[in-house]
């Protein structure tokens, strides 16, 4: 069984421009969670989807916002970057929401410069 | 965000050492999970412990669950040079917004 797949692996953008990460979760896994892992900060919860729906929500501004396909694939978007999002993005598929058994991709280690 | 206290920091031990950490909140879980990050990789579950109380071991990985539910313990024995890497752990309450809280890591090195 394939695992989860995060693309692109790394990115670098500039300030103000936005981005759009693309997740795809196990096969047959429905729940897709975002999380921003930074050194000093460790793993931030971003949002989780479900059935195409946002379940969940972590506090980050508006400028980070995701969906999710009927292919449970996810997409998450941030606008108007700045220095302060480079991190490594994080998804995670589960089976259902709320699971507590959430595998991860490898990341997308984005740089905004 | 909220974070659980997570110690030490970093370890550097000598092959063969046995390793300790462990995991505080000020709130009550009912789930507790031990995850490795490998670099460049994404976090991998090791354990999950589900009961206060509960001791689960996964080859030289141990893992409790504290009977305050408001801690739990990894520890490695005969610890090896494939070790190395950066360890997690998470708490979970159904009632917390169902969202996973994470420690800020342990980073472990093994001298060969």
């Known amino acids: 069984k394939a695992g989860v797949t995060q693309t692109p692996r790394y990115l670098i953008k500039t300030r103000g421009q936005q981005v759009t990460l693309s997740c795809s979760p196990i096969?047959?896994?429905?729940?897709v969670s975002w999380y921003q892992q930074t050194p000093g900060q460790g793993l931030q919860f971003l949002f989780e989807y479900f059935s195409e729906t946002q379940r969940n929500k972590g506090n980050f501004p508006g400028r980070f916002s995701g969906r999710q396909f009927s292919n449970s694939r996810s997409e998450m978007n941030v606008s108007t970057l700045e220095l302060g999002d480079s991190a490594l993005y994080l998804c995670?598929?589960?089976?259902?929401?709320?699971?507590?058994?959430?595998?991860f991709g490898q990341g997308t280690r984005l740089t905004v410069v | 965000g909220q974070q659980l206290n997570q110690s030490p920091q970093s370890m550097f031990i000598q092959e063969g050492e046995d390793v300790s950490m462990n995991c505080t909140s000020s709130s009550i879980f009912n789930t507790w999970l031990w995850y490795k990050q490998d670099p460049g990789e994404g976090p991998v579950l090791l354990i999950a412990l589900y009961k206060a109380g509960e001791l689960t071991s996964n080859g030289r990985l141990t893992a409790q669950f504290g009977i305050t539910r408001k801690d739990s313990f990894l520890n490695i024995s005969a610890s090896i040079p494939s070790d190395v890497g950066i360890y997690f752990c998470a708490g979970y309450n159904a009632g917390n917004n169902r969202k996973l809280i994470w420690g800020l890591g342990t980073s472990l090195a093994v001298n060969p």
């Open positions: 995670a598929s589960s089976p259902r929401t709320g699971s507590t058994e959430a595998f």
């Open positions: 096969s047959g896994h429905r729940s």
